[in-house]
């Protein structure tokens, strides 16, 4: 679909095609228009002009003309040396968008609180626009299991950045990522600029700066996102991730003793998880281990504890406690039970604790 667009439709957002003005100039009219409508001008979700509407994602809703104004000023200082004649082009531009945002100005604050972000491109182009802006702080949950070295450097190029601007990083990791060199060598390539803690699950990923602005996945294979900047959403993302943070255990911490000879930390996880009801595939994916690696703890509590079958297994887990998710030892929950950071300047008591 983008190749064919750009064949058909070889222009930028400075000067719309005939049926791009039509269909972009009927969505800021009413607010938004089927995704049908725009299959004939691909042209406006590759310049996304328009975007998916978060409460139905058959519809497409304008983005506001003031944010597209804003965004080829953006273009236009980069390539100014380059030609002048498009600056002039641009102007006519700003000047067209601005008697349409008119129509658009009792929802424009609104229609940027929540902001769907279609394909990995988007996705990347937002990340880095927040990147740049934040100054003080990012908070991170990142789920699954070991970190893999590809991963880990993907967003290398940003966390270098924030570091070097003095920004802080506190990451979220499940107790399996303690294992991957990956992680370690990432930290230590970090050095203080960030911390990271362990839970035994996490919730699913979740990136915040300066907590302002908000990304979590959109979909399961996380080719879309949601880009959250309305105050009472990202305030409580902000509490979800202090209580969290206040449950994990520092990298540096040993994970706590089950007190049973012969079941390991994880193992008294997959217990507890078990005696729930959950299946090996969930309980696999919740502590990011493999389906495979979950059947082999399992197999081995079972042999620990003397169970010949399932139904054994879940009254053996019951006999000794293991049916209670573990708990940090007392030195740590003393260490974790120290107040929340003070949030950064500016942003008062808005952090809903």
Do not use: K
Not at 134 to 157: D, F, K, N, W, Y
Request: proline share 6%.
């Amino acid at each position: 679909m983008t190749g064919h667009g750009a064949e058909q439709h070889p222009h930028g957002a400075d000067r719309l095609c005939a049926d791009g003005d039509r269909v972009y100039s009927r969505a800021v009219r009413r607010g938004r228009v089927p995704r049908r409508d725009a299959e004939p001008v691909p042209c406006l979700l590759e310049l996304a002009l328009l975007h998916p509407d978060p409460d139905d994602m058959d519809w497409l809703v304008p983005t506001s003309p003031q944010e597209v104004m804003t965004r080829l000023l953006r273009g236009v200082h980069d390539e100014v040396s380059a030609s002048q004649r498009r600056v002039g082009s641009a102007v006519e531009a700003f000047e067209w968008y601005a008697g349409l945002g008119r129509q658009l100005q009792a929802s424009a604050s609104e229609g940027t609180a929540i902001r769907v972000l279609d394909g990995l491109a988007r996705i990347q182009a937002a990340m880095d626009e927040a990147t740049e802006a934040c100054a003080t702080e990012v908070l991170t949950v990142q789920p699954g299991g070991i970190r893999r070295e590809h991963e880990l450097s993907e967003g290398l190029h940003r966390a270098l950045a924030l570091r070097g601007r003095g920004v802080r990083m506190r990451d979220l990791y499940t107790h399996v990522a303690r294992h991957g060199q990956g992680l370690l060598t990432y930290l230590e390539l970090m050095g203080d600029a960030v911390e990271a803690r362990t839970l035994d699950e996490v919730i699913d990923r979740l990136i915040l700066f300066d907590r302002t602005v908000a990304f979590i996945p959109a979909n399961s294979d996380r080719t879309m996102a949601l880009e959250l900047r309305h105050p009472a959403l990202v305030d409580y993302l902000v509490t979800v991730f202090e209580r969290l943070w206040r449950l994990a255990l520092p990298l540096t911490a040993p994970l706590p003793d089950t007190g049973i000879d012969g079941i390991s930390h994880r193992e008294h996880s997959i217990a507890a998880l078990l005696a729930e009801g959950h299946q090996d595939a969930v309980i696999a994916e919740r502590l990011g281990i493999s389906v495979r690696t979950c059947r082999a703890h399992i197999a081995r509590l079972s042999e620990t504890l003397g169970a010949a079958s399932r139904t054994q297994l879940g009254v053996r887990i019951a006999q000794t406690g293991l049916d209670t998710a573990a708990r940090p030892p007392d030195t740590a929950a003393e260490a974790l039970s120290v107040p929340a950071p003070t949030p950064p300047p500016g942003r008062g008591s808005r952090t809903g604790r």
